[in-house]
């Protein structure tokens, strides 16, 4: 088991190494740089300063080494779209995006589990017809689009919750402990609730086919004989075995999370990693493209690694 482990950690570091390459590469090949924007103010001459002065007038391979360099020493360059460092930027982002994503992560493998083990128990019958038509219709639209339909129907033709933001701008500054809570709650509904729809879907056919699978085998039938409740055999013996392949889901579904993050942040202005690095991404701010990207990879190597370790667990099988 140590050795999986080990060899685990190994190849996690590899996937970090191959994605900070790539991403340091892939943004410097597009057109422009950080100082190339139009400006009347700003001189030729103060741009070439600058260039100079940060090194992005040397040598791809000379940069690159740099970057390696500073990053092994904790720095990861500065953010000329945010002024500040980008090591400061990725501090109050990131959590934000884990807060958003952790829930609905959360919230989807819930309701997921849920509903594919009613529709397994229930094959071929009303709830499971009317379920898998409702979350197949909602895996089937595109992230950005149904997040906008979610936010013209709950913030501008249905008003109850706020369009955007992690909290009340003008007003949370003012309000009490509780009130404080309530309205973070409010904005984070809408965001959650987007991601929630979008992904239980495919949680709940997952679940489904797993219980269906594991009905017919032979502990449930024995189970049976010995006048066990059907509630308790599928809740507690069916269930425990139909979620080992579940933990292999997560660890898939982490990546997809992330990329999916950018496109919620965006609609609701949710200031996290994915409206960071959009923003980052327009601005040609090299340093804050690369570091989260960075921070991104690092996220779904751990959150891997981890659902490894619960497979394990699980598992004896895999532990052998």
């Known amino acids: 088991m140590r050795r999986q482990l080990a060899a685990r950690l190994a190849q996690s570091l590899i996937v970090v190494i191959i994605v900070t390459t790539i991403s340091f590469f892939v943004i ?12 009347t103010t700003i001189t030729p ?35 000329f779209q945010m002024h500040e460092p980008v090591a400061v930027a990725l501090a109050a982002a990131v959590p934000r995006t884990l807060l958003l994503t952790g829930l609905a992560l959360g919230l989807s493998f819930l309701f997921g589990i849920i509903i594919g083990v009613l529709q397994a128990t229930h094959r071929d019958g009303w709830f499971d017809r009317v379920t898998s038509a409702v979350l197949l219709f909602f895996y089937s639209l595109p992230d950005f689009w149904a997040a906008l339909m979610i936010l013209l129907l709950f913030a501008y033709w249905w008003p109850v919750l706020p369009a955007g933001n992690i909290v009340d ?14 309205d973070r709650l409010r904005h984070l ?26 009905l017919p085998m032979d502990f449930i039938r024995t189970a049976r ?24 889901l997560l660890g898939l579904m982490l990546p997809a999370l992330l990329g999916g993050a950018l496109f919620i942040e965006k609609v609701f202005a949710w200031p996290g990693m994915g409206l960071l690095a959009a ?8 340093d804050l493209v690369t570091a989260t990207v960075i921070a991104g990879s690092v996220m779904v190597v751990i959150g891997s690694f981890f659902a490894d370790l619960l497979h394990m667990a699980i598992d004896p099988r895999v532990r052998e």
């Open 28 to 39: 410097r090949s597009a057109p422009g740089d950080p100082f190339s924007y139009e400006s």
């Open 45 to 79: 001459a103060i741009r070439d300063h600058w260039r100079e002065q940060f090194g992005y007038n040397r040598p791809l391979p000379v940069q690159f080494i740099r970057y390696v360099t500073s990053v092994a020493h904790g720095e990861l360059g500065y953010s």
């Open 169 to 182: 701008p003008v007003m949370h500054d003012y309000m009490g402990g509780w009130e404080a809570l309530v």
């Open 189 to 214: 509904a809408l965001p959650v609730l987007s991601f929630t729809l979008l992904t239980m879907a495919g949680i709940t056919r997952y679940q489904r086919a797993a219980m269906i699978e594991t």
């Open 225 to 248: 004989a010995k006048g066990l409740s059907e509630r308790r055999i599928v809740w507690r013996h069916a269930l425990r075995t139909a979620l080992t392949p579940m933990v292999a």
């Open 279 to 286: 923003g980052a991404v327009a601005a040609r701010d090299y």
